[in-house]
């Protein structure tokens, strides 16, 4: 691991090299991961044996591997009450429950899943976890490699999609999941169910896809292009190895910087001009060159927020699973891929979704019923943008909650 460089300044506007008047925090982690001896909130934890290594898509292999879950609701006898929510880029396993120690933020989905909600846990036995190569407990680039007894760092081998789903089954079986009821996700967490029902279709009865795509864009991989390299730009990412860098020294500013560019694509013009307009920070300050809109003080808070809950080299991670994402990627066609898929689908779509524009999600649904999948669309009519998927709750919620029951009675043909 490189030593820290304990001569450079703690803020941008002391000439460090990403100058710029920001006015960052100065006790930003240098990683937001979740390492040993930090309050684990709510997660539990699944350890793979060592041996029974993992081996990646990509190449390499993982021989020990740690899985961190979240769980609501009972199992039924029959085990067959079971969903399995997928969590997006930036997620973890706390899809719902209180904002405490371990949990910097309330339930991501919090809306959605609890005693008599959409996914209704008075019902259903609902799992989620932190994807591999994730750093809020699960193995990732911030867990400690064991031939180095280091950090992984930028050593951290690639994933793909596939690759967090072997892990998920893993940990299926550990629970005594022999078939989940529903497999649900969206953005990068419907890239996961999508792999989900191509890889196990006899896993599960049902899927749904929210707001997500069967490969990845041009679109999407252009603007994940932009947002790994500004990470990689920022001097105090040094090349990966910052773990041990003082409050403040780590890439902090790379990282908060993409979150920020990425904000921009996960909402619509429109919602920004109804919320920021034109409106200045200090409306005194018009004519200096870096006087800040509200705009840009909203997208410092959000890349600020990020910081303090999350790890530069898993964003690079997780970033480019999703670009890697490609349902037929060595199954032949796209069509032949989808013809694997045994289970109805609900596939939804966020109307202003700039990053997976809802086209995408319309030529899922066709693909899904040329391959003679049980498939229905819905659009929801929404400003919110790509990020509709985890605040629209009422009406995702509605599409959900009648899907499940109807998956749960049988309704859709064997």
Not at 355 to 366: G, I, V
């Amino acid at each position: 691991m490189n030593p820290t460089d304990s001569t450079e300044p703690t803020n941008p506007t002391d000439s460090h090299p990403l100058s710029h008047p920001r006015n960052w925090s100065r006790n930003l982690p240098a990683s937001g991961a979740l390492f040993p001896g930090d309050p684990v909130g709510d997660r539990k934890f699944f350890d793979n044996a060592v041996d029974r290594p993992l081996a990646l898509e990509g190449g390499g292999i993982l021989t020990e591997l740690t899985v961190a879950f979240e769980t609501w609701g009972e199992l039924s006898p029959a085990a067959d009450n079971a969903i399995l929510i997928c969590h997006a880029l930036t997620g973890d396993s706390h899809a719902s429950g209180a904002k405490k120690p371990g949990h910097p933020e309330v339930g991501w989905w919090r809306d959605l899943i609890g005693p008599g909600r959409a996914i209704d846990t008075d019902r259903y036995f609902v799992v989620c976890s932190n994807v591999l190569g994730g750093c809020q407990g699960t193995t990732g680039p911030a867990s400690t490699n064991p031939e180095t007894g280091k950090p992984w760092g930028p050593e951290f081998p690639v994933v793909s999609i596939r690759d967090m789903v072997r892990v998920q089954k893993r940990l299926a079986d550990h629970l005594g999941v022999e078939q989940w009821l529903s497999v649900v996700g969206g953005s990068m967490g419907a890239m996961q169910v999508l792999e989900w029902a191509a890889m196990y279709p006899e896993r599960m009865r049902s899927i749904a896809p929210i707001a997500s795509t069967l490969a990845a864009s041009p679109w999407q991989i252009g603007w994940s292009a932009v947002g790994r390299t500004v990470v990689a730009l920022d001097p105090r990412w040094r090349g990966g190895w910052y773990y041990d860098a003082a409050l403040s020294e780590g890439p902090h500013i790379g990282l908060a910087l993409a979150r920020a560019v990425s904000m921009i694509t996960y909402r619509s013009d429109v919602l920004f001009e109804e919320r920021f307009g034109r409106n200045l920070v200090d409306p005194a300050a018009v004519f200096g060159q870096w006087d800040r809109y509200q705009v840009e003080s909203y997208l410092d808070y959000q890349g600020e927020k990020l910081v303090r809950r999350f790890d530069a080299n898993s964003y690079l991670t997780l970033n480019r699973a999703m670009d890697l994402h490609d349902v037929g990627r060595g199954r032949g066609s796209m069509a032949k891929a989808v013809a694997r898929i045994a289970v109805p689908a609900l596939v939804l779509s966020i109307e202003s979704d700039s990053l997976y524009h809802p086209r995408l999600q319309r030529e899922m649904h066709a693909t899904f019923l040329d391959a003679g999948v049980e498939s229905e669309f819905h659009s929801i009519a929404s400003r919110e943008g790509h990020d509709g998927f985890l605040l629209e709750d009422e009406l995702v919620g509605a599409h959900l909650h009648d899907y499940l029951l109807r998956v749960e009675k049988g309704w859709f043909s064997a």
